[in-house]
């Protein structure tokens, strides 16, 4: 072969661009995991969020790279389930509220079933068979992976601005605001009160007009609002349901990680779920007593009146899990759980 320095000379190039080439190339196939969050920064679901993301960034030591967003700067959980299923976002943690239009066997956990149980009770069905199940379904229809346990919020209660509600009978004829779901209107349903629906932005107005005269919400939700400034005085501490936030990762992004990096998700959502759940809850008894320094006294029924009540409400279970869809073999299990 005759000596060509023309070739050599671009040859030479065309190696020594490949080799300049090849470690962007490498860096621009590191898997970029977006967190979405509508809480604010000081948020105790959104400080377990951080230190997920911190963690995975930590050990993942360069094969993946974490970029949270929180206060809605990505999306609001009402649209962040759409843009997980496209594509738009890796990752959000919405609330479980935002889920039963998509999974109606999320509903479950609204049930009258739960009316006035503690977190406890909670934890032993949604952290045991039936929430794999769930969570299954939830994988299923939105074609996403639940890497875990699901994070606290906590109790949701009622709250009043006139009346003094000291038992359920008062409840009669009491318009409260409650922010949708047959589930919450099945149950106050049934204890005779007029629930509708509002928007939250709008609370405030229908507050200050007296179109309403009590909230459905948690303690911690009427600190943040400081809803005793809108006229909200007396707090009815009956446990309506339990409040969690769900964690998603998109699951075609999920199947393009390696063993390895799915496994250290999984970990990492692990070690956060536990320190967060006991946080969410001192928040809520902190909350509760910011409640009673600003004025708004609270009523707080016993064990036995809210067992006769949680029957009460149960009445009205069968027509609420036919209009969410709720599979009945589900409601068998769990109440086989509770009533253990």
Same mark, same amino acid.
């Given at each position: =072969?005759?000596?060509?320095? +023309? ?17 962007? !190339? ?13 809480? *604010? ?29 929180? +206060? ?9 389930? !759409? ?12 609330? =479980? ?12 956990? =609204? ?22 199940? &769930?969570? $299954? ?6 074609? &996403? ?21 000291? +038992? ?5 004829? @009491? ?11 099945? $149950?106050?349903?049934?204890?005779? !009160? ?8 709008? @609370? ?43 964690? =998603? ?17 999984? +970990? ?13 809850? !001192? ?28 029957? &009460? ?14 599979? *009945? ?7 086989? &759980?509770?009533?253990?």
């Amino acid at each position: =072969m005759e000596y060509n320095p +023309s070739f050599f000379r671009c040859a030479s190039m065309a190696i020594l661009l490949l080799l300049l080439f090849l470690p962007a !190339a490498g860096l621009a196939q590191v898997p970029v995991l977006r967190i979405s969050a509508e809480n *604010t920064d000081d948020h105790v679901q959104t400080r377990a969020i951080a230190r997920f993301a911190d963690q995975v960034q930590r050990t993942g030591k360069g094969r993946i790279e974490v970029r949270f967003y929180h +206060s809605a700067r990505l999306f609001r959980d009402r649209d962040v389930i !759409a843009a997980l299923t496209s594509g738009k976002v890796e990752m959000a943690v919405p609330g =479980m509220w935002q889920l039963d239009r998509y999974v109606p066997d999320t509903g479950l956990y =609204m049930l009258p079933l739960f009316y006035g149980l503690p977190a406890a009770t909670h934890y032993r069905v949604r952290d045991g068979g039936i929430g794999l199940e &769930v969570n $299954r379904r939830i994988e299923q229809n939105l074609n &996403v992976k639940v890497p875990g346990r699901w994070l606290d919020l906590g109790h949701a209660h009622l709250y009043f601005t006139g009346t003094q509600v000291t +038992s359920h009978k008062q409840l009669t004829g @009491l318009r409260i605001r409650i922010p949708g779901g047959a589930a919450n209107r099945g $149950r106050l349903d049934a204890f005779r !009160a007029d629930p509708v629906v509002i928007p939250w932005p709008d @609370l405030p107005n229908a507050l200050d007009k007296g179109k309403i005269q009590g909230v459905l919400t948690t303690h911690e939700t009427v600190r943040s609002a400081a809803l005793w400034t809108k006229g909200i005085r007396y707090g009815f501490e009956d446990r309506e349901y339990f409040a969690q936030y769900v964690p =998603m990762i998109n699951a075609r992004f999920w199947q393009s990680l390696s063993v390895e990096l799915q496994q250290l998700l999984i +970990s990492a959502w692990e070690q956060v779920v536990s320190r967060q759940r006991e946080e969410a809850a !001192a928040a809520q008894q902190q909350a509760r007593e910011i409640l009673q320094e600003n004025g708004i006294e609270i009523i707080t029924p016993d064990e036995a009146t809210l067992a006769e009540w949680r029957r &009460v409400a149960r009445r009205l279970e069968p027509a609420i899990i036919r209009e969410l869809n709720i599979d *009945t073999r589900l409601v068998r299990q769990a109440e086989s &759980v509770v009533t253990d």
